[in-house]
């Protein structure tokens, strides 16, 4: 692994209905002044125009921004996964995931890739010392999430506090190692079947505290049903 500060950053950001949240996203990224890092947008035919805007956005950063254009929504697991096989083809040494709902703030990457030196992933973590959720989060969700996450640890065994995060920095080795066709879940179940996957072949992985803030635009995509969804393949999973 080359020198953290001297990497080459690829960041994920999947998109669907995200016209008023990404231009503000993008922008933070790059005021980060990070070098040698590059986006990675794959949006599932947003029919609000978050392509066109990316496009946009392309040519304000150029050079910076890749767009991949699905032609239906296809799930967030599935979209991961393109992003994560497109970056291994690359020449990136190390992959940033993140949300596009402006929840992950991008201040906290450099804090990431720091961590870096002395593990192979880091987690963006609500739910561990000095973590935090924005006050204003809707009650109804916050007890969903907290139930996803207890039921999701229990399932898989896992010992990270934020397993369902999705905000994380990886060594692409990592990346490289798995298997990502063996991966089942294309919801919210995704990001504990990958932390589980990556603990199973060995890898370190720290969680990092962050403050997580409420979307400000659009709706949130959780529900019951996707947390109990998750559950069934997860326990399938962890018991196969």
Request: aromatic fraction near 8%; include cysteine; glycine fraction near 6%.
């Amino acid at each position: 692994m080359p020198n953290i500060l001297k990497s080459k950053i690829s960041v994920i950001i999947p998109t669907y209905n995200e016209v008023g949240n990404i231009p503000i996203l993008v922008r933070n990224i790059f005021d980060q002044s990070i070098e040698n890092l590059n986006l990675l947008i794959i949006d599932d035919s947003s029919p609000d125009g978050t392509s066109k805007i990316v496009n946009q956005l392309s040519k304000e950063y150029p050079g910076k921004i890749e767009l991949i254009q699905r032609k239906k929504k296809s799930g967030l697991g599935s979209a991961y996964k393109l992003g994560y096989q497109k970056v291994i083809s690359s020449d990136a040494d190390i992959v940033v995931q993140m949300d596009a709902d402006l929840s992950h703030s991008p201040k906290y990457i450099p804090q990431f890739l720091k961590q870096l030196d002395n593990t192979d992933i880091v987690i963006g973590s609500r739910y561990i010392e000095g973590g935090k959720v924005d006050k204003n989060w809707n009650p109804l969700r916050k007890m969903i999430s907290k139930l996803g996450v207890m039921s999701i640890r229990i399932v898989t065994g896992l010992k990270v506090k934020d397993v369902t995060s999705g905000f994380k920095a990886y060594k692409i080795d990592v990346l490289k190692t798995l298997n990502l066709e063996n991966l089942k879940c294309n919801g919210f179940g995704f990001q504990a079947e990958m932390i589980h996957s990556c603990t199973r072949n060995g890898y370190l992985v720290k969680e990092h505290p962050i403050y997580f803030q409420d979307r400000n635009n659009g709706k949130s995509k959780m529900s019951i049903q996707i947390i109990l969804e998750a559950i069934k393949y997860l326990t399938l999973i962890r018991f196969k």
